[in-house]
């Protein structure tokens, strides 16, 4: 069964770096997302990714973040200058179409983000 | 603003039984709600998607059902199995967004 491919699956970085977390699609999927999930919390929403331009983005998702697709087929989370309160479970996640329109998301295994 | 919550936060039963999950949320205009299964440190995997229009979707021992007028969604597991201990969350998309609003979750363990 096809897969979401995320790395690095865990990644230390000091407070300051900057980190890039990476993301293979499903080879027929066109709308991307980013989530996080900071330990014991909910799953939160970062931003949605369709046409190789934002569509959504929470109020999480700051002018330290970004979001590409360099090579029409990676699809890319860079945080600019980590924070301590960066340190998270972040998945990428892809889709056929729309959340909305009943289409089913698939999730990555995540990469474990620790800032120190 | 969208809100989900789910109870209990945890469960333990004894192999065999059934059980059911619940999720509420705070808007009834939902599009869809969405059931996931996530394992200790792994990415979440759909189980069930239900539209507004339904009031029920089954998939296997799982039967997952959803009255939107009182803002709440039940996953019914029958025979649960040792395999089936994960944690369970519910999704609703906000409004007319792309943006999925999860509960925390309700972590079963079946014990063998």
């Known amino acids: 069964e096809p897969e979401v491919t995320q790395t690095p699956s865990h990644q230390v970085t000091q407070m300051g770096q900057e980190v890039i977390l990476r993301c293979v699609p499903i080879?027929?999927?066109?709308?991307f997302y980013w989530y996080r999930q900071i330990l014991g919390q909910k799953v939160e929403f970062l931003v949605s990714?369709?046409?190789?331009?934002?569509?959504?983005k929470s109020e999480i998702f700051d002018d330290q973040f970004s979001v590409e697709r360099p090579d029409g087929s990676n699809f890319t989370l860079k945080i600019r200058s980590t924070k301590l309160e960066d340190s998270a479970m972040y998945f990428c996640?892809?889709?056929?179409?729309?959340?909305?329109?009943?289409?089913?998301?698939?999730f990555g295994e995540g990469s474990w983000l620790t800032v120190v | 603003k969208q809100e989900v919550t789910q109870i209990p936060a945890a469960l333990s039963v004894p192999e065999g039984e059934n059980l059911v999950l619940n999720c509420s949320f705070t808007?009834?205009?939902?599009?869809?709600l969405q059931w996931f299964r996530q394992d200790p440190g792994k990415g979440l995997t759909s189980l069930l998607l239900?539209?507004?229009?339904?009031r029920e979707q089954t998939s296997g021992r799982l039967n997952a059902s959803l009255d939107k007028s009182s803002g709440r969604s039940t996953l019914y597991i029958a025979a649960s199995q040792p395999g089936d201990s994960a944690t369970y969350l519910c999704?609703?998309?906000?409004?007319?967004?792309?943006?999925?609003?999860f509960g925390k979750g309700t972590k079963l363990t079946v014990n063998p």
């Open positions: 808007d009834s205009a939902i599009y869809n």
């Open positions: 080879s027929n999927h066109l709308y």
């Open positions: 999704a609703v998309p906000e409004g007319g967004s792309e943006k999925l609003v």
């Open positions: 239900i539209q507004s229009s339904q």
């Open positions: 996640a892809t889709g056929t179409g729309v959340v909305r329109g009943g289409n089913t998301i698939y």
């Open positions: 990714f369709y046409n190789n331009e934002i569509s959504e």
